[in-house]
């Protein structure tokens, strides 16, 4: 599914650079700043499909939970269970991810990228549709959640690469730790 997220060559978006071919080519010839200012553009980046992830998990979340209501022929509604629905309890599975020391940025965009994706199934109004329009809405859901899982793992292994790279510096001299606390 292409999206606002999807990376595109030659693109003038934090994501289309991070990922372009050339953020990562000829590491060892920048300078150490330069190394900082990319790895700083990738956490970005990582922060920014992260929290579109989360979003995105949350709604798959509470169209499953509707799902499964159903099902069970409960005679509650979505709403009397919503804070265990959306209290991750059932994400363990899915790993801790990193610590990142930035927030997201563009959050408005983003939550407008998620409500283009599930534009037909409002998400506050989930018992108002059949179980087919439910089940189209997360499989939609569920790959649009899919391709930014994937954008955001090539983005980690970027960011790991800039890691590494000034890792070395720091490890051969060539960088001080006395640089960087002096920049802050």
Same mark, same amino acid.
């Given at each position: 599914m292409t999206s606002e997220t999807t990376p595109y060559p030659n693109g003038r978006r934090r994501i289309d650079q991070v990922l372009a071919e050339d953020f990562t080519t000829g590491l060892g010839d920048l300078?150490?700043?330069?190394?900082?200012?990319r790895r700083r553009e990738a956490e970005q980046e990582e922060a920014d499909l992260s929290y579109i992830r989360r979003m995105l998990q949350g709604r798959m979340d509470i169209l499953r939970a509707e799902l499964a209501r159903?099902?069970?022929?409960?005679? #509650?509604?979505?709403?009397?269970?919503?804070?265990? !629905?959306? =209290? @991750?309890? %059932?994400? &363990? /599975?899915?790993?801790?991810?990193?610590?990142?020391?930035?927030?997201?940025?563009?959050? #408005?965009?983003?939550?407008?990228?998620?409500?283009? !994706?599930? =534009? @037909?199934? %409002?998400? &506050? /109004?989930?018992?108002?549709?059949?179980?087919?329009?439910?089940?189209?809405s997360l499989g939609r859901l569920e790959g649009f959640e899919r391709g930014v899982s994937e954008d955001r793992q090539r983005v980690q292994h970027v960011m790991d690469a800039l890691t590494k790279e000034v890792a070395a510096r720091y490890k051969d001299g060539s960088a001080s730790v006395d640089d960087l606390l002096a920049e802050r």
């Open positions: 300078g150490i700043d330069e190394l900082r200012v159903r099902a069970d022929g409960s005679g #509650d509604t979505i709403v009397a269970h919503l804070s265990e !629905v959306l =209290a @991750d309890a %059932g994400r &363990s /599975d899915h790993g801790l991810g990193r610590f990142l020391r930035v927030e997201p940025s563009r959050v #408005d965009e983003h939550r407008r990228v998620v409500e283009q !994706v599930i =534009a @037909d199934v %409002g998400v &506050s /109004d989930v018992e108002n549709h059949n179980d087919d329009e439910l089940r189209a």
